[in-house]
């Protein structure tokens, strides 16, 4: 499956229009497959055409990007920060319907590149979405289906490790100024 897809997505300068994108929430529950079935656990975010406009009008499919996370008090990783209750970490992640399950619905599922000893729903999570890798699709087997996941992993995570690909290169607009993302995935709340 993967090696018909390169294995960096986006130019070496950065993020083009329209990215990037902004997402954020409270962490929901899934499906509850991630983990269990696919040994790749997912963070849902609503899918929510008011909070976030563009998510309408995109295609189904894989993303890239950051993700920042207020890990709830208790949480065994929470840390203790200047920047505040969030932590930021690489990210990919699936817009779409999910044909290999045949949803109706659409979701927002994010797998976060960290590993984490505990869930976190009901976490803040801010997505700041970089570019796209590939469009969803169907699967003859569940294998399949993770093979191009482990893949898409492997492209977000090289995509990412770019200069201009950094959280804090990537230049966000928003109803309060223009920022760095860094700055908009670490803000507080």
Request: net charge negative.
């Amino acid at each position: 499956m993967g090696a018909q897809r390169p294995s960096i997505v986006g130019p070496d300068a950065g993020p083009e229009p329209p990215y990037p994108y902004k997402m954020e929430g409270k962490v929901i529950s899934g499906f509850g497959r991630g983990s269990k079935e696919l040994g790749v656990p997912t963070a849902n975010l609503p899918v929510d055409s008011s909070l976030a406009p563009w998510i309408a009008s995109i295609p189904s499919g894989v993303y890239f990007g950051h993700a920042s996370l207020a890990l709830p008090d208790g949480h065994p990783q929470k840390q203790d920060s200047e920047t505040g209750s969030f932590a930021a970490f690489p990210m990919v992640m699936s817009i779409g319907y999910n044909p290999f399950y045949k949803n109706t619905v659409r979701s927002a599922e994010v797998h976060v590149l960290h590993a984490f000893t505990a869930d976190f729903y009901d976490a803040h999570m801010r997505l700041l979405i970089l570019g796209f890798i590939r469009e969803e699709k169907d699967y003859k087997s569940l294998e399949a289906l993770v093979e191009d996941i482990e893949f898409d992993c492997r492209v977000a995570r090289d995509s990412l490790a770019r200069e201009a690909w950094r959280a804090d290169a990537v230049e966000v607009r928003g109803e309060d100024g223009v920022h760095n993302g860094a700055e908009w995935l670490l803000k507080k709340l």
